[in-house]
């Protein structure tokens, strides 16, 4: 049998793994304890064909219904024969890093991310440190209805071992990894802004910042199990920029990241929002004058803005576009030998650090190196990317048919490319996470932008939109 690992085939069609694990709304399918029982059962034992012994990892976001998902989770797991350990709050980064410098078997991360509080999901890496393939994804989810059989046997079993508080020092290792990727940096005269979003990197960031001589406030620092990502942290970051800005505030920056931290967002210090496409543009810049960006290349997907690909091009790099998902971004560098790569929305992938999946809390780490060593602000740094306007328009959906079976919506797509020709672009997708298409429209007309985006969007609500 293949082993748990990086290595990625083309998807196949699926029911419960979507483009970054398996996610739904807490206590129902397939989140309910019976199916989290069974997911955890037949990780385990696919696990115990390729690992002996089993050793998993679990960790979790602040979530109230992460600690009974990990336990529930545990519990299967357990009855395949796999042994146990908890990390405890930690983000989902920490997770992947620490899955491969203990020798455990896989690494699980109970998270929805930038979901609110009452979603939750599992993600899975390999022993490897990187997500599973769609492939190996796809074995499991055979394997999990298989073992839903056998949800009787769950309902007796206990409520399996206590997950929290986790080991500490598997937090600490952790923590002090990130702190050597920027050893030897002076980071004494930077005074930050960050947004924990009431999530997972409130566990980390005391053990980075301060120790790095980082002057540092912390917000949304506070987790009560249903505050996670609610009106701050990644998907609200007008909030941090709005604080950095004020009169007398002196801030050099404003970081936020997402329940998860696997993804960054920043200010600089006039309150302007600087996204991944902004932070792809300065570390590549970056990497390149020290020799370490791979064949001048960087890869983004298909929502990073044309204004990017035209910023790198005119510093001689070139950019690559993949599938929305960190998982297609990485699959697409080790394809190429890109060492940089990342997505708009912030995560941001850096393989000459050895990391194995998007880290929000490094991604901080490598801008404030860039700043610290090139003796410049952030609003410097970035100061020549000429966005084109963008719209992104999010439509709530009953079911994700397929595009080419819904001809009005492909009519109103063709007519939306063939105005724009060259001068734009047209993204039409579903999330893999949620039940939303998303259509992005990009033009040098924002007359045509909107229009356009106007005309997907209705011809998607009126044929599936709920």
């Given at each position: 049998?293949?082993?748990?690992?990086?290595?990625?085939?083309?998807?196949?069609?699926?029911?419960?793994?979507?483009?970054?694990?398996?996610?739904?709304?807490?206590?129902?399918?397939?989140?309910?304890?019976?199916?989290?029982?069974?997911?955890?059962?037949?990780?385990?034992?696919?696990?115990?064909?390729?690992?002996?012994?089993?050793?998993?990892?679990?960790?979790?976001?602040?979530?109230?219904?992460?600690?009974?998902?990990?336990r529930a989770l545990a519990r299967?797991?357990?009855?395949?024969?796999?042994?146990?350990?908890?990390?405890?709050?930690?983000?989902?980064?920490?997770?992947?890093?620490?899955?491969?410098?203990?020798?455990?078997?896989?690494?699980?991360?109970?998270?929805?991310?930038?979901?609110?509080?009452?979603?939750?999901?599992?993600?899975?890496?390999?022993?490897?440190?990187?997500?599973?393939?769609?492939?190996?994804?796809?074995?499991?989810?055979?394997?999990?209805?298989?073992?839903?059989?056998?949800?009787?046997?769950?309902?007796?079993?206990?409520?399996g071992p206590a997950m929290l508080?986790?080991?500490?020092?598997?937090?600490?290792?952790?923590?002090?990894?990130?702190?050597?990727?920027?050893?030897?940096?002076?980071?004494?005269?930077f005074r930050v802004l960050l947004?924990?979003?009431?999530?997972?990197?409130?566990?980390?960031?005391?053990?980075?910042?301060?120790?790095?001589?980082?002057?540092?406030?912390?917000?949304?620092?506070?987790?009560?199990?249903?505050?996670?990502?609610?009106?701050?942290?990644?998907?609200?970051?007008?909030?941090?920029?709005?604080?950095?800005?004020?009169?007398?505030?002196?801030?050099?920056?404003?970081?936020?990241?997402?329940?998860?931290?696997?993804?960054?967002?920043?200010?600089?210090?006039?309150?302007?929002?600087?996204?991944?496409?902004?932070?792809?543009?300065?570390?590549?810049?970056?990497?390149?004058?020290?020799?370490?960006?791979?064949?001048?290349?960087?890869?983004?997907?298909?929502?990073?803005?044309?204004?990017?690909?035209?910023?790198?091009?005119?510093?001689?790099?070139?950019?690559?576009?993949?599938?929305?998902?960190?998982?297609?971004?990485?699959?697409?560098?080790?394809?190429?030998?890109?060492?940089?790569?990342?997505?708009?929305?912030?995560?941001?992938?850096?393989?000459?650090?050895?990391?194995?999946?998007?880290?929000?809390?490094?991604?901080?780490?490598?801008?404030?190196?860039?700043?610290?060593?090139?003796?410049?602000?952030?609003?410097?740094?970035?100061?020549?990317?000429?966005?084109?306007?963008?719209?992104?328009?999010?439509?709530?959906?009953?079911?994700?048919?397929?595009?080419?079976?819904?001809?009005?919506?492909?009519?109103?797509?063709?007519?939306?490319?063939?105005?724009?020709?060259?001068?734009?672009?047209?993204?039409?997708?579903?999330?893999?996470?949620?039940?939303?298409?998303?259509?992005?429209?990009?033009?040098?007309?924002?007359?045509?932008?909107?229009?356009?985006?106007?005309?997907?969007?209705?011809?998607?609500?009126?044929?599936?939109?709920?």
């Open positions: 049998m293949t082993a748990l690992s990086s290595k990625n085939t083309p998807s196949q069609v699926r029911q419960l793994f979507g483009t970054d694990g398996i996610r739904g709304v807490a206590g129902e399918y397939p989140l309910d304890a019976h199916t989290v029982f069974a997911i955890g059962r037949a990780l385990g034992s696919r696990l115990s064909e390729t690992h002996s012994p089993t050793r998993v990892l679990i960790g979790q976001d602040t979530r109230e219904s992460s600690e009974w998902i990990s299967g797991l357990l009855s395949a024969g796999a042994e146990v350990a908890s990390a405890g709050v930690v983000t989902t980064p920490g997770v992947a890093y620490l899955t491969r410098t203990h020798g455990f078997s896989a690494g699980i991360v109970i998270s929805a991310s930038h979901n609110p509080w009452m979603d939750n999901g599992i993600k899975v890496f390999g022993a490897d440190g990187f997500k599973l393939s769609d492939e190996i994804e796809h074995q499991i989810e055979a394997q999990i209805f298989y073992h839903l059989e056998e949800l009787e046997r769950a309902e007796s079993e206990g409520e508080p986790g080991e500490e020092n598997l937090r600490d290792d952790y923590a002090a990894w990130l702190r050597s990727q920027v050893e030897g940096i002076d980071f004494s005269r947004d924990c979003a009431n999530g997972a990197a409130s566990s980390i960031v005391h053990l980075v910042f301060p120790p790095l001589n980082v002057a540092t406030v912390f917000t949304h620092i506070s987790p009560t199990g249903r505050n996670i990502n609610a009106n701050c942290g990644a998907l609200h970051p007008g909030e941090v920029a709005q604080k950095v800005a004020q009169p007398g505030a002196r801030f050099d920056l404003g970081i936020t990241f997402d329940g998860d931290a696997d993804r960054a967002l920043f200010s600089d210090a006039q309150g302007n929002i600087v996204n991944g496409d902004a932070v792809l543009l300065l570390a590549a810049r970056d990497m390149q004058s020290h020799g370490k960006l791979d064949k001048d290349t960087v890869v983004a997907t298909t929502m990073s803005n044309m204004g990017l690909e035209a910023a790198l091009k005119r510093s001689g790099i070139h950019m690559l576009r993949a599938a929305v998902g960190d998982k297609y971004v990485l699959e697409e560098m080790q394809k190429t030998g890109a060492t940089l790569g990342g997505e708009q929305s912030g995560h941001i992938l850096f393989m000459d650090s050895d990391a194995t999946t998007g880290d929000g809390i490094l991604t901080a780490l490598r801008v404030l190196e860039v700043l610290a060593r090139s003796g410049k602000s952030l609003a410097e740094l970035v100061a020549d990317l000429k966005v084109f306007p963008q719209v992104i328009r999010n439509i709530k959906v009953r079911e994700k048919t397929p595009l080419k079976d819904l001809p009005a919506v492909m009519t109103a797509i063709h007519a939306a490319e063939k105005d724009l020709g060259e001068s734009g672009r047209v993204v039409v997708r579903y999330s893999g996470t949620e039940r939303l298409a998303r259509v992005m429209i990009e033009a040098e007309s924002e007359e045509k932008m909107s229009h356009h985006a106007a005309a997907i969007s209705e011809a998607i609500q009126q044929t599936i939109g709920i």
